[in-house]
């Protein structure tokens, strides 16, 4: 008998197994007749595992996973930007965090929006507005941590700029609340629980501009025969109620050289008569050409001791100066100067003000120059306004090496 073997067949079975098919031909050595079907069965369920093995196998299954090459990469970066925001959130919040009130005592200047006015805070005294220079409030202000800090040092560090409400011109009661509504306050997010003084008083002042001429300082106009100034007018910038204070302001050059009579010129810087920060010039100068008058009286002076001076130098350890007869002294000085100065210089010496003639020496001057004396002017320090008539004087001397008996 043959047995001819055909290719198994592949069935679902039930409960997960599967039939297999596998026709069998068997055929008797001579028989003809076709072979039957055999149907040969076979089930490939598996056996039901254990809890422990199913949790082994899910916990072998989520590290595969969860520890990949692509999973650790994307965990790091992740962690990259995650850990940095959340440092700076946490930074962030700590410094905007309230920190507790803090009172402080500043200066503050008022600022109009519009220009071409000021506005300061004054005391009424009789009835009259006067300005109080570095004006200040006490204050207990609140706001974040960090920003609390910054402006309370920025309060303490000088003047405050503070813009003013609008107001007509004139004097105004004001609650000082206006003063929280300042950048500096607002734009930090800080709040005032108090302010006091809570009331203040303010002046409206508009600005005006008036030309007025140019004059000497009055020190000045007794030494003076002539004076001209180009220009000849200037304006000057002032509040209205400071003009009205001072109706006769001017403007006063300031000229250097009022003991040397003739004629001089110069440009001459000007100032306000009345100093006033508020109070401005146009220009800050002007060209002057003014003629001193002759005002001063000659005199003389009838001794003047001469001393001369040594360079620091070995040399003068073996040398010395020698004057010629006669000129240790000069005598019979010509000067001119202020009446009063010339008559003091006739009763005595100058108390404060010494009167010295001098003379500068060199080691190169010639020593032992045979038989001969050099010549070299003297330099006399006189007092204020006074000065020398004619040449300077000079005297003469000569280098001399010591003698043994001198050394």
Known sequence: MRRFARPLKVFEGPRGGKL???????????????????????????????????????ARSWARHTFSRESLMSSLRTFLWVVPLTV????????????????VTFKFQLVDSEPGRLVRVVEMVDGRAIPIEGAQVTAEITGPHARLEKVAGQ??????????????????????????????????????????????????????SVDVEVQPNPDARDSLAKVEFEPRKVQISMPESFAKDHPKLTAYANLTDLTTPG??????????????????????????IYTVKNKNVAGVISAIPVWHT?????????????????????????????????????????????????????????????????????????????RLTGEPPTVQYKIMENKPTDQ
């Open 20 to 58: 297999l098919y596998m026709s069998l031909r068997i055929m008797p050595e001579t028989s003809t007749k076709t072979p039957g079907e055999i149907l040969a069965y076979r089930s490939t369920t598996r056996p039901r595992r254990s809890l422990a093995m199913r949790l082994r196998g899910s």
């Open 88 to 103: 700076l959130i946490w930074v962030y919040a700590e410094r905007e965090e309230l920190g507790p009130p803090e009172k």
């Open 155 to 208: 309060l303490t560090a000088g003047d405050v700029q503070i813009p003013a409400p609008h107001l007509d011109p004139g004097v105004h009661p004001l609650q000082a609340n206006f003063i929280s509504d300042a950048p500096i306050f607002k734009s930090n997010g800080i709040t005032f629980n108090s302010i006091m003084p809570a009331e203040l008083t303010v002046l409206v002042d508009p600005m005006k």
């Open 263 to 288: 004629v001089h010129q110069e440009d001459a810087t000007i100032s306000p008569s009345v100093n006033d920060p508020h109070v401005t010039l146009s220009i800050l100068s002007v060209h002057a």
């Open 310 to 386: 040594l360079p620091p130098s070995n040399f003068w350890a073996t040398h010395h100066v020698e004057m010629a007869p006669g000129y240790d002294t000069i005598r019979e000085v010509n000067v001119v100067g202020p009446p009063d100065v010339i008559q003091k210089l006739h009763d005595g010496p100058l108390t404060g003000s010494p009167i010295k003639a001098t003379f500068d020496v060199s080691s190169t001057d010639g020593a032992n120059a045979p038989g001969g004396y050099l010549s070299t002017p003297v330099h006399i320090e006189l007092p204020p306004g006074v």
